[in-house]
């Protein structure tokens, strides 16, 4: 298994800063999940003490926080329609509750992404869950990340522009 350090810490490659920024929301949205802190608290404290130094060996100070802030703003918003997707996609047999708390938190983030920022293109948006996916899982994750991603944006696709319907 990837590190995180070593999937996302680069930054040498375009995009980084906000490649660090999902990485910040899925730590603040498992957060949010474990501790049942408000949204808002949970950014404010990350902005406070963990957007500068390293966050889990990855260097936190060229970041996008107003992106950190609008994935985890935006899950918190949107989470029951983005369950709803998560869920129509996967197997009965493997429901949204079954899934890890991380796994869980990188679907809402990238579903999120996924539906209301059009700005990154699909394809680059599943790519860098799957990558965020293989630096915390070893198994088959990453996979399940693809399949749920791509299942979602494909619906999305169908139904029209790239947002949620109401």
Not at 47 to 74: K, N, Q
Not at 128 to 138: G, I, K, T, W
Request: hydrophobic residues 40%.
């Amino acid at each position: 298994m990837s590190s995180a350090k070593e999937e996302h810490g680069r930054r040498d490659k375009p995009g980084s800063r906000r490649r660090r920024a999902r990485l910040a929301a899925v730590q603040a949205l498992y957060q949010i999940e474990l501790t049942g802190n408000p949204v808002p608290t949970t950014i404010a404290e990350f902005r406070r003490y963990r957007l500068s130094g390293d966050l889990d060996g990855v260097p936190m100070d060229d970041i996008d926080p107003e992106f950190f802030a609008e994935l985890a703003t935006g899950v918190g918003q949107h989470r029951p329609e983005l369950d709803r997707r998560i869920a129509g996609a996967l197997t009965p047999d493997w429901p949204l509750e079954r899934l890890d708390t991380v796994l869980r938190a990188i679907l809402r983030a990238a579903s999120y992404e996924l539906l209301h920022c059009s700005e990154t293109p699909a394809k680059v948006v599943i790519s860098e869950y799957m990558a965020l996916a293989d630096s915390f899982f070893s198994g088959r994750e990453p996979a399940l990340v693809n399949g749920v991603l791509d299942t979602i944006s494909r619906k999305a696709a169908a139904g029209g522009a790239g947002t949620a319907s109401p």
